[in-house]
């Protein structure tokens, strides 16, 4: 089935661990995404990712990293994990029109992330 | 700054129509999405706005004044499953979308 894979799907995490969500995706989408999504709170970018090789900062990058070696994969790492990090964690790509980024997002199901 | 306002939970009837009003302040602007989240999963597209005006999709239509800053999504024939929260989010300037929090739409019998 065509679409975002993301793994795990919910994670119990020690503070101070260092911790890997992993997206794939096969839609061959350029641009991909992830979020953090907080009770009463937005969708927040924490880093995005234009093209292969290329990754920018979003919103609240720190205490994360992300790689994109290639076109599928775009994993986020939470170098040294803090409580504040608990929450759940969205990874998205976007769809393209005659090369455009049209801003329609597929979402993975998500990652629940809780750091005590 | 950017800002998104809408409001926090409605409640309707099922059968009946719901108007979800959305504001927003951004740096530049690409454009108005909405999408739908049920509870404890993913959010899913469902409509576009990039000109003043309406855009019917089915049960839903989107509206979109770009000199007020405003839009609203409109659910008509109201049915069960519609119940979740639905976000409104502007495109940037950087082609970035700016989420807002979400109105959580409950349905009643």
């Known amino acids: 089935i065509a679409g975002i894979t993301q793994a795990p799907t919910s994670q119990i995490l020690a503070a101070g661990r260092r911790m890997t969500l992993r997206c794939t995706q096969d839609m061959r989408h350029n641009a991909m995404y992830w979020y953090r999504q907080d009770l009463g709170l937005g969708l927040r970018l924490i880093h995005y990712s234009n093209t292969a090789g290329t990754t920018g900062k979003g919103e609240v990058p720190d205490g994360y990293s992300v790689s994109r070696a290639n076109t599928d994969d775009f994993p986020l790492t939470l170098a040294s994990a803090v409580p504040s990090q608990t929450s759940v964690y969205f990874c998205?790509?976007?769809?393209?029109?005659?090369?455009?980024?049209?801003?329609?997002?597929?979402f993975g199901e998500g990652s629940r992330l809780t750091v005590l | 700054g950017q800002n998104i306002d809408q409001p926090t939970e409605m409640t309707a009837t099922e059968g009946a129509i719901v108007q979800i009003n959305c504001t927003y302040q951004?740096?530049?602007?690409?454009?108005l999405f909405w999408y739908q989240q049920h509870a404890g999963e993913a959010p899913t597209f469902l409509s576009y706005n990039v000109l003043d005006g309406l855009e019917e999709k089915g049960r839903f239509s989107s509206f979109l004044s770009r000199s007020k800053g405003y839009s609203y999504l409109l659910l008509k024939e109201l049915q069960m499953k519609d119940s979740a929260s639905y976000l409104c989010a502007p495109m940037d300037s950087n082609y970035q979308l700016i989420w807002g929090a979400g109105t959580k739409l409950i349905i009643k019998p």
């Open positions: 998205a790509s976007s769809r393209e029109e005659r090369g455009e980024n049209t801003g329609e997002l597929f």
């Open positions: 951004t740096s530049g602007f690409n454009g």
